[in-house]
């Protein structure tokens, strides 16, 4: 599970957690078009990494950089062939760059390259071209590759007809979700008939079920209903042979035998498609908490399936920062305590809670589903049976917020969105830290917090279960943020700190992250979804004493919370509830909880917040480029040195991935 980026302000510098503070002035900017904004971010700290870390880093990256088609083609059949013909276009244009056709069709190109495809990374929503079907045709004529193909036919009514392929994913109630959403892990089967595939495969008395459809496409073979796994020799072959290849040589310069071992699982998966070796490699990877180096690397968030089984290839590769890590450790440490005292029946709490491990990382590339839109928090494995027995682990990516948090400073948010000059004091002191403790204990806590009722089928909450597991998460964060345990365990150092990312949670699931959905559309991302559930419902159950009021200034809505206290308890009551949901499997009430609170938006009032939010010209919407590594090696061919450089601009670095890291494409 992931944690992405909320609307945020910028909160105050904190800086005391990395080097940064003394380094020269760093440009995080580095391009913005469409709601997109364009980041970079620093390594701190790379060069303290000892060579033989710089290698497996470097291998590491590499096999992360490998993967990119991969996703691209889960994404949507006709990404890459797209992808060749608008880069092809892009990269031999002769024609005047300024003109009218080709900003519009430069700006699409930006598009696509940040989403990974033609459908927008967030909203799911196919994106419109400002250039004429004329135009391209004519420019890819200019290529001189011949005559047209069906591939490029197909290719443009993707990109032209807004009927071909409209939503990636669709998880509108009551559709078939897997024919109305244009993701490419289905083909030619209905909702009904792969329910039915994997209904058959599951045996609910398996007390450690693999991953079903995890790696796999499902189409039908002579009218049966079949999967086509992702392996070597098997889809995207190709692809993965690079990835094996690097991950082979990442192993020689493993920090420890665990390590070593964790990567051979890895590969031994990739080689098979066996998803009984993947749980046996993730239970070594949850487990290696010795080394420093560390990574994500295959098919492990499900969120671009419909019904959640099939992982998105990504790949996060990152090392430990020791001294950030003091925070999510103390939690851990604690993880007993916390369990043993949520608002929630002791029938659904877990009697051990078993090695939460915590840390806070620097990334060191981003790939795949990652990039360039990254989590800022990462809790993983996403198995049940494996977080209850063997933990899970949770990560921090602090190079990534705090290259956020610099980006975002002065942007004029505060000063629209907040309601007085003490409310945005109390953001600019105590945000950044709190937020940050937010996600340490929403990833550390809060996914690994809870159980079953035994015989309870994990996947009971169906196209809801994502949205009630982000919100069952969140509000163990939003309830503990308040409690004087963290004082006492000096992690924060005034007890009404936690105010700060209260009123940010609430003014955000109620009004401003509405700036991310185009008019007279609902919510469908999970993690939407799962923010304004939380606040309408606080907002609704604190009515009657005025808990939270909707107020009005000068003709514009503002937040005004009038009791923190209260607020926390209503944090808790519903923490209880969707606790009970997920414990007992309660789809019925998990979906009116939704429908209800979650998918709606209030047209005067998103109207108003788009209005406002339009003046101050932010990005809904941040992403980043990568560094460049640079492996200097000796006359055998042995890496001497790793150099990391952060010039490579936006369009540049997606070229240059299409042309060195083609996996399918060639
Ligand atoms: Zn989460």
Redesign the pocket.
């Known amino acids: 599970?992931?944690?992405l980026k909320t609307i945020v302000s910028a909160a105050a510098l904190t800086l005391s957690a990395s080097s940064m503070a003394q380094s020269q002035p760093f440009d995080y900017n580095v391009d913005r078009f469409a709601d997109i904004e364009v980041l970079r971010y620093q390594v701190p700290d790379f060069e303290s990494l000892t060579l033989n870390q710089k290698r497996l880093v470097y291998y590491l990256t590499e096999a992360a950089l490998w993967g990119r088609d991969i996703l691209w083609d889960q994404n949507y059949k006709y990404n890459l062939p797209l992808r060749q013909m608008i880069e092809g276009v892009y990269s031999n244009y002769s024609g005047d760059r300024n003109s009218a056709d080709f900003k519009a069709f430069e700006n699409y190109l930006k598009q696509v390259e940040f989403a990974n495809g033609i459908h927008h990374h967030y909203s799911m929503d196919k994106f419109t071209p400002g250039f004429s079907c004329e135009w391209l045709e004519a420019e890819v004529a200019k290529l001189g590759q011949g005559a047209w193909t069906p591939v490029q036919t197909e290719v443009m009514a993707a990109i032209f007809d807004p009927s071909v392929a409209a939503k990636r994913v669709n998880q509108a109630e009551g559709e078939d979700l897997i024919l109305t959403s244009a993701n490419n892990l289905y083909e030619g089967v209905t909702q009904q008939e792969v329910e039915n595939f994997y209904a058959a495969k599951k045996d609910p008395n398996d007390a450690t079920p693999v991953s079903y459809g995890l790696n796999a496409r499902v189409t039908k073979k002579d009218g049966k209903v079949v999967e086509q796994i992702y392996k070597l020799d098997g889809l995207y072959s190709e692809a993965i042979a690079r990835i094996v290849e690097n991950l082979a040589k990442a192993m020689a310069y493993a920090e420890n035998d665990n390590q070593r071992m964790t990567i051979a699982r890895l590969i031994d998966y990739y080689t098979t498609g066996d998803l009984a070796t993947f749980d046996d490699y993730s239970i070594r990877w949850t487990e290696d908490t010795a080394s420093q180096v560390d990574f994500i690397n295959g098919f492990i968030e499900s969120y671009g399936d419909p019904l959640g089984m099939t992982g998105s290839w990504e790949s996060i590769v990152n090392f430990k920062n020791i001294p950030a890590s003091h925070r999510t450790e103390v939690l851990s440490q604690n993880a007993q305590w916390f369990e043993n005292n949520s608002p929630v029946d002791p029938r659904f709490r877990k009697e051990a809670v078993k090695g939460v491990s915590a840390k806070v990382i620097t990334a060191a590339i981003l790939a795949g589903d990652s990039y360039p839109s990254t989590p800022i928090?990462i809790?993983l494995p996403n198995a049940n049976w494996i977080r209850a027995a063997h933990g899970s682990k949770s990560v921090t990516l602090e190079n990534i917020t705090q290259a956020y948090d610099e980006a975002s400073h002065g942007n004029g948010f505060n000063e629209e969105f907040v309601i007085d000059a003490p409310t945005r004091e109390l953001l600019d002191k105590y945000l950044f830290i709190t937020d940050n403790l937010h996600t340490d204990l929403?990833?550390c806590l809060?996914?690994g917090s809870g159980r079953l009722l035994p015989g309870v089928d994990p996947d009971a909450l169906k196209a809801h279960g994502s949205t009630l597991?982000?919100a069952r998460?969140d509000l163990f964060a939003l309830y503990y943020l308040a409690d004087p345990k963290l004082v006492e365990l000096g992690l924060l150092d005034n007890p009404d700190a936690y105010q700060a990312e209260y009123y940010k949670y609430i003014l955000n699931g109620l009004m401003t992250q509405l700036m991310r959905i185009e008019p007279g559309k609902n919510i469908e991302e999970a993690h939407m979804r799962n923010r304004q559930l939380i606040a309408a419902w606080a907002f609704e159950h604190g009515k009657k004493n005025k808990v939270i009021e909707l107020t009005k200034r000068g003709g514009k809505t503002y937040v005004k919370i009038n009791d923190y206290r209260a607020l926390r308890d209503l944090f808790g009551q519903l923490l209880g509830e969707i606790q009970r949901i997920k414990s007992e499997g309660d789809y019925a009430a998990g979906a009116a909880l939704v429908e209800k609170y979650a998918v709606k938006v209030d047209p005067k009032l998103h109207k108003e917040v788009l209005n406002r939010y339009a003046k101050l010209d932010i990005a809904p919407y941040k992403g980043f480029v990568n560094p460049v590594y640079e492996a200097v090696t000796d006359d055998n061919g042995v890496i001497t040195d790793v150099r990391v450089t952060y010039t490579e601009d936006y369009i540049p670095q997606m070229l240059r991935y299409s042309r060195d890291y083609s996996g399918l494409t060639k």
């Open positions: 599970m992931k944690t928090g809790n929403h990833e809060g996914h597991e982000e998460a």
